[in-house]
């Protein structure tokens, strides 16, 4: 009886200690599959915020790529492609598939094309710009960034094929790179006609045409669309501005600098806001949130900058604001426009501009266009101008088109 009563205590510590066992490995298999779920998803998002440090001067010059990949300006899926304009890779979603293109320059072949980098295109705040002639006649410009002991060869490597996998006609394409003995170098295509600021300002120079104006604003927006829309993950420039749109030979735009964006500094005060004074979204100074749509305020800013030909670091808005409020309905945008155009540009594709300007730089980011909506209107602009010297009458007035709405110019 003792012995049975023994037996069946042993079998029910040996039930228990079975169930117990059972739970406990349960019980982890849930806590693993919940960690691995966790670590998912936190590599997911991390992609998402995806900041890639190329540091410069000393500072955290990042490469921001969008943190918006699944957000509700980014393709939902890469198939989206074929809903992109043909431009733009639509239909095959080809462009971040290239491989990265990129030549790795030795420091040797790199001061032999710039005569011992005395070759100065100019000095930006990375560092100086140096023209570089090839032994094969090709012409680059070379980037040579302030070093920083704190990025490693790899670090900066794996960055400069990143961007090198961005291109588009009007994006001023990275060709390659020298990281050697410290030195870091982005090499680019040499653009001919130089910065748009210098096209903008230069006193000496013919005053750029209006049509060419317009071109050049559907251009820039085309590249910086590429950027938002186009690219994989998308990238967000942070620094749009005359000075980083440059020239081709053929006068075609190209965006330049993405993927280097500086602090703002004014005087010797370095803020830890990023991009530069006079075109930097107020909202993004606010929040410290930098989106696609604190690119579509500093080309509002750019636009703004073609009409009136006045320099953006120079109480541009200041004097848009006390234009509008002279301005009467759409043909008060007419006060705004560059002196030396008057009498030679279209005053429907003036107020067409002026609107799409203001429509960027609304106090309310979500209120501002997305950058592919810009670049539509202003190729409508651009498609019509043949048409509308040939038979005028038969065209629907621009505004129909662009769905113009001042209304909210006052705010924002
Ligand atoms: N690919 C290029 N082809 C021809 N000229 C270039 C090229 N890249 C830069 N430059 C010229 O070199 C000069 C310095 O350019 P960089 O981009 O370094 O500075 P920035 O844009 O003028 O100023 P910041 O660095 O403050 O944004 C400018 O005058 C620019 O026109």
Redesign the pocket.
């Known amino acids: 009886m003792g012995g049975h009563v023994d037996l069946s205590v042993g079998v029910i510590i040996g039930i228990s200690i079975g169930v117990g066992i059972g739970v406990l490995l349960a019980a982890c298999l849930v806590a693993c599959a919940r960690a691995h779920k966790k670590r998912i998803s936190r590599e997911t998002s991390d992609s998402r915020g995806m900041v890639l440090p190329i540091r410069v001067n000393g500072v955290d010059s990042s490469v921001m790529l969008s943190d918006s990949i699944n957000g509700p300006n980014a393709p939902a899926h890469p198939k989206e492609s074929s809903k992109r304009p043909l431009w733009l890779g639509g239909g095959e979603n080809h462009f971040h598939s290239v491989s990265s293109g990129i030549t790795k320059f030795s420091y040797k072949e790199l001061q032999k094309a710039t005569s011992n980098f005395t070759a100065i295109?100019?000095?930006?705040?990375?560092?100086p710009?140096y023209?570089a002639i090839q032994p094969s006649g090709v012409v680059l410009?070379v980037?040579a960034l302030a070093v920083n002991s704190k990025q490693g060869e790899k670090e900066f490597e794996t960055e400069v094929m990143l961007l090198g996998r961005l291109h588009h006609r009007n994006l001023?394409n990275l060709r390659g790179y020298c990281a050697e003995r410290g030195h870091r170098m982005l090499v680019?295509?040499?653009?001919?006609n130089?910065?748009l600021?210098?096209l903008l300002y230069a006193q000496q120079k013919e005053p750029l045409e209006w049509e060419l104006r317009v071109r050049i604003a559907q251009d820039i927006s085309r590249g910086i669309e590429y950027l938002h829309d186009g690219a994989i993950p998308p990238v967000i420039h942070r620094?749009i501005?005359s000075?980083?749109i440059?020239l081709d030979e053929s006068m075609t735009a190209r965006v330049?600098?993405f993927g280097l964006s500086?602090e703002v500094s004014v005087g010797y005060l370095v803020s830890g806001v990023k991009g530069?004074y006079g075109y930097v979204d107020p909202e993004y100074i606010a929040t410290n949130t930098y989106t696609e749509k604190s690119d579509v305020y500093s080309f509002g800013i750019l636009l703004f900058e073609l009409i009136t030909g006045r320099n953006a670091q120079q109480g541009l808005m200041d004097y848009v604001h006390l234009a509008s409020m002279d301005a009467e309905g759409k043909d008060g945008w007419d006060a705004l426009l560059d002196p030396r155009l008057d009498g030679k540009c279209n005053q429907e594709e003036l107020g067409a501009m002026a609107s799409i300007a203001n429509r960027c730089v609304r106090k309310i980011p979500a209120k501002r266009p997305r950058i592919r909506d810009v670049a539509q209107s202003l190729s409508r602009i651009n498609r019509r101008r043949p048409a509308s010297k040939t038979n005028k009458q038969d065209l629907a007035p621009i505004s129909d088109v662009d769905e113009v709405d001042d209304s909210d110019y006052s705010k924002g």
């Not at 295109?121 to 560092?127: K, Y």
């Not at 680019?188 to 001919?192: H, I, K, L, P």
Request: charged residues 30%; positive net charge; hydrophobic residues 40%.
């Open positions: 295109l100019g000095q930006g705040a990375f560092g710009v023209k410009a980037k001023v680019y295509d040499f653009m001919r130089g910065s600021a210098d620094d501005k000075a980083n440059l330049a600098d500086k530069t």
